[in-house]
T-cell receptor, first 114, second 113 residues
Framework: SAVISQKPSRDICQRGTSLTIQCQVD?????MFWYRQQPGQSLTLIAT?????????ESGFVIDKFPISRPNLTFSTLTVSNMSPEDSSIYLC???????????FGEGSWLTVV | GENVEQHPSTLSVQEGDSAVIKCTYS??????FPWYKQELGKRPQLIID?????GEKKDQRIAVTLNKTAKHFSLHITETQPEDSAVYFC????????????FGGGTRVLVKP
């Protein structure tokens, strides 16, 4: 399986601030996604990160709150903007190498907003 | 959109017994069904997956069955061991239509020694 690295792995953030999470994959991938996992909950897709174009957001998630970049085939960022305690979650980057194939997850970024 | 329901939410089994987790999905176009295991503080790890052209798949102590007509699929773990204790998630996607996974709510499995 591929190596998907995320930074930061963990952070404590002040209410009202923004934080950018980086995701680096060790080889070129077709698809990259960002998921959110709230404490004790399942995984919810935030958006599909599209290389060279705007991300595709799922219902309930908007670009102003979760801007995403994907400048190339191995790297993506997710920004959590104007954070509130409700944004305290694990944010997971995931990737797959061609449509229809296995999706792997990064280690996750554990954010606590105080 | 797709909706995946997973049952039970918690499952306690005696070591050596079998564990079964069941999921139903709503989108008849879904054709890829992976299962992930998530240990405390760790990322979800793929343990087995099945595609719609197959009814059953097995990998050592783990097996998955799929009933496309009824739109449900199940994970079977035999001869459970304490290291099988974790949260298990089922998921569904249309595969070629973008790979977006919709996850079930998760099952917390506890294997008692």
């Amino acid at each position: 399986s591929a190596v998907i690295s995320q930074k930061p792995s963990r952070d404590i953030c002040q209410r009202g601030t923004s934080l950018t999470i980086q995701c680096q994959v060790d080889s070129q991938v077709t698809m990259m996604f960002w998921y959110r996992q709230q404490p004790g909950q399942s995984l919810t897709l935030i958006a599909t990160a599209n290389q060279g174009s705007e991300a595709t957001y799922e219902s309930g998630f908007v670009i102003d709150k979760f801007p995403i970049s994907r400048p190339n085939l191995t790297f993506s960022t997710l920004t959590v903007s104007n954070m509130s305690p409700e944004d305290s979650s694990i944010y997971l980057c995931s990737a797959s190498w061609s449509s229809g194939n296995t999706i792997y997850f990064g280690e996750g970024s554990w954010l606590t907003v105080v | 959109g797709e909706n995946v329901e997973q049952h039970p939410s918690t499952l306690s089994v005696q070591e050596g017994d079998s564990a079964v987790i069941k999921c139903t999905y709503s989108d008849s176009a879904s054709n890829y069904f992976p299962w992930y295991k998530q240990e405390l503080g760790k990322r979800p790890q793929l343990i087995i997956d099945i595609r719609s052209n197959v009814g059953e798949k097995k990998d050592q102590r783990i097996a998955v069955t799929l009933n496309k007509t009824a739109k449900h699929f199940s994970l079977h773990i035999t001869e459970t061991q304490p290291e099988d204790s974790a949260v298990y998630f089922c998921a569904a996607s249309r595969g070629a239509a973008g790979n977006k996974l919709t996850f079930g709510g998760g099952t917390r499995v506890l294997v008692k020694p």
